[in-house]
């Protein structure tokens, strides 16, 4: 944490004189975000069928196949969207393709074909959509469709399709935007895909930016994206599965800037003087040539027995890319972490192809088995190092796991904390699904290096490129955050890496203002050898689609100091206490007993530490919908902010009242559409939906 001391009356004034100019350039950020709500794939609904009066239970229509292109430009986003759905039932079913839309952006309908011929579809507001979406989910007896409450639709109708048949769609629309911004949101909803019943056997989805401004980073909070850069104003995200259920709807966002070192403040108010923050350090564009400085190099490998036979051959691939990157004017060494430490020199050798040859030998001659020194491994390997004028790195492959020698990851971490006299930075890849992570973490976290996991041959050649950006002159260094206007803050990392690549640097943190007023940064750093301040004001909340999860993406990172505080430190008072409740006011998942030794810690702690997507460790039980968070409780889902003091407002599952609170609040469609037992807090008040004896037997009216 750190705290600030009052300025003086006079060091005052020249602080806020420079804050309000700098402000008037800093919160544009905050005035130019952009959201862009749009739509992709639609749905098929499938109407009742009745035999002598009774319903005939359906199954929903199952998407087989679906594909959406989507280029966003400055002005437009355009779509191509394609869909193809099964009746998997017994019978004819009659059905209408329903294609939501956002009232505040009504998409400009291009083309809409069905099975090869053009239809014109029929265009409702929410007010003519209603009576219909309350028909249909009464017709159904499922609220499923309740999530469309507010929204408007293209409908056609009167479809039919046939026992075991499919019909495909193809949509081609355009929805406009503003034409400036400096965050681009793309909101992707998969109405269709997420309704279908079953996993989708084919889906894609390709997202092109092709805008004026260059591109500073793109990341997404709901899906594992592939990026690929063409150019510095175009770039492709890619999303593809198989015969995998599609839970979420896709939000991708694209930070907008010029070439230089940036940096984005983005906030989410909790009370007039607190909040939460996330701030993007992003690359400067590496057009630049790259000043080439020799270096030195340690490869330290793991040969332990508990390395399994697939991470051996990974491992070993890794060192001799390692070597392929050196330059001639750089030095290196190999060093076998086992029951023993081994080295191939006694100190550091040149890069010349004899000493190449002889590294691969080297590596050919390794024997896999015993223990783990892992505390002598990193001492040997920190002290082929000898000078300080050359930038060393340990490249650390191994399991974490120490077995032998000093055992304790405490112990291990100040030693290198205290013997790294010449400054090496560690680069650490955790070898298979339960490496010890949390150590590796910390070993690279206060060297300014940083760790990479492999787990599979599939994300092999991605993460080693990735991973040896950093081996190498950094673009930016010595990173450092002062919140100018704050009484407290907490941030994680507290210590910011260097960065290399053009990848961006996510902080997340907590802060307690002075006074009410805008929360301010001064990011300072060193880039491409010359010291920069940049200034950033975050004064109103961000919109809601990334707004709302920086409070779920901090609390991830908490809870990652937590485990590794347990696992580095031993458990201190109140620590797991602690650890278990912001689980379960988030409802992250948790492994019995707390420790990280013990159960499945080990990949969890990698989720809660890297990743940027909140449903990777939701809690079964628990259920994000919107800005909400519920939990199963017996047949019902409660809202996590529900207290018995409040008052209770109760409907009956597809009563007239239902329904009419629903036009009057559309937004508790998105919340009913859960199921047919739920409690909602909204409006100082509780919302609860409770069984009604007679839906069964409701039909079409």
């Excluded at 009232?103 to 209603?130: H, R, Y």
């Excluded at 030195?296 to 332990?304: G, T």
Aim: proline fraction near 5%.
């Amino acid at each position: 944490m750190k705290f600030f001391v009052p300025l003086t009356a006079r060091n005052h004034l020249i602080q806020y004189v420079n804050l309000l100019r700098l402000s008037i350039l800093a919160t544009a950020l905050v005035l130019l975000l952009d959201a862009s709500p749009s739509s992709a794939g639609g749905l098929l609904h499938f109407l009742p069928c009745y035999e002598e009066g009774q319903p005939i239970p359906l199954e929903r229509a199952r998407v087989v196949s679906s594909r959406a292109r989507i280029v966003v430009s400055d002005t437009a986003v355009e779509y191509l969207i394609d869909q193809t759905f099964l009746n998997n039932n017994d019978q004819t079913v009659e059905c209408i393709f329903i294609y939501p839309y956002e009232v505040g952006s009504p998409p400009d309908m291009a083309s809409l074909t069905i099975n090869g011929e053009d239809v014109t579809p029929e265009q409702l507001p929410p007010e003519q959509f209603f009576p219909l979406l309350f028909e249909l989910t009464r017709g159904m007896a499922d609220p499923s469709l309740l999530e469309l409450a507010g929204k408007g639709a293209f409908l056609v109708r009167h479809l039919s399709l046939g026992p075991r048949k499919e019909k495909s769609v193809h949509v081609r629309f355009f929805v406009r935007k503003k034409a400036s911004s400096d965050l681009i949101t793309v909101m992707v909803p998969l109405w269709g895909e997420r309704f279908s019943l079953g996993p989708v056997a084919g889906f894609e989805i390709l997202l092109r930016f092709k805008v004026s401004v260059p591109i500073k980073s793109i990341f997404s909070t709901t899906h594992e994206i592939s990026v690929l850069r063409e150019a510095p104003h175009r770039a492709t995200i890619s999303l593809r599965s198989q015969k995998k259920s599609v839970n979420n709807d896709l939000l991708v966002f694209a930070i907008l800037g010029g070439t230089d070192f940036d940096a984005s403040l983005l906030c989410e108010k909790t009370s007039e003087l607190e909040g939460v923050f996330m701030v993007i350090l992003t690359p400067p564009s590496t057009d630049k040539e790259r000043k080439i400085v020799p270096k030195d190099v340690v490869f330290a490998l793991d040969v332990s027995g508990s390395v399994t036979p697939l991470m051996r051959e990974l491992s070993q691939q890794v060192v001799m890319l390692g070597l392929r990157r050196l330059g001639t004017a750089d030095r290196f060494n190999i060093v076998t972490i086992g029951t023993s430490i081994g080295a191939m020199q006694k100190g550091l050798v040149p890069v010349t192809q004899e000493n190449v040859i002889d590294a691969i030998r080297y590596l050919n001659s390794v024997q896999y088995g015993g223990g783990t020194d892992l505390y002598n491994g990193i001492m040997t390997s920190l002290e082929k190092f000898s000078t300080a004028r050359r930038q060393g790195y340990v490249v650390l492959l191994t399991d974490g796991r120490p077995t032998v020698g000093i055992l304790d990851p405490q112990a291990i971490t100040e030693a290198v904390r205290g013997l790294n006299r010449y400054g090496a930075k560690i680069f650490s890849i955790a070898l298979g699904e339960f490496a010890d992570t949390a150590l590796l973490w910390r070993l690279s976290e206060i060297t300014k290096g940083s760790t990479t996991k492999f787990e599979s041959v599939g994300t092999f050649e991605s993460h080693t490129n990735k991973f040896y950006e950093g081996i190498t002159q950094p673009w930016v260094r010595d990173i450092s955050l002062d919140f100018e206007n704050a009484d407290r803050v907490e941030s994680i990392p507290s210590i910011i890496p260097d960065i290399s690549g053009d990848t961006a640097m996510f902080v997340f943190g907590s802060y307690v203002l002075k006074t009410p007023g805008p929360l301010v940064v001064k990011v300072r750093a060193r880039v491409h050898g010359r010291n920069q301040s940049i200034y950033r004001s975050c004064a109103s909340a961000t919109p809601e689609e990334i707004g709302g999860y920086i409070p779920l993406l901090y609390a991830m990172r908490r809870v990652a100091k937590m485990v590794e505080m347990d696992h580095l430190k031993g458990s201190e008072e109140g620590l797991l206490e602690s650890l278990r409740f912001l689980s379960e006011e988030y409802g992250f998942k948790q492994e019995a007993g707390g420790k990280y030794l013990h159960g499945g810690w080990r990949p969890l702690y990698w989720l809660y530490q890297t990743s940027l997507i909140p449903s990777q460790v939701e809690q079964e039980g628990f259920r994000r919908q919107g800005q909400k968070l519920f939990r199963r409780t017996g047949s019902q889902w409660v809202d996590t902010n529900f207290r018995p003091d409040l008052p209770v407002q109760e409907v009956a599952f597809l009563s007239n009242d239902y329904f009419d609170l629903i036009r009057k609040s559309p937004w508790l469609g998105k919340y009913f559409s859960l199921g047919q037992c739920i409690t909602v807090v909204g409006n100082a008040k509780a919302f609860k939906v409770v069984p009604n004896s007679e839906s069964s037997e409701l039909s079409l009216r």
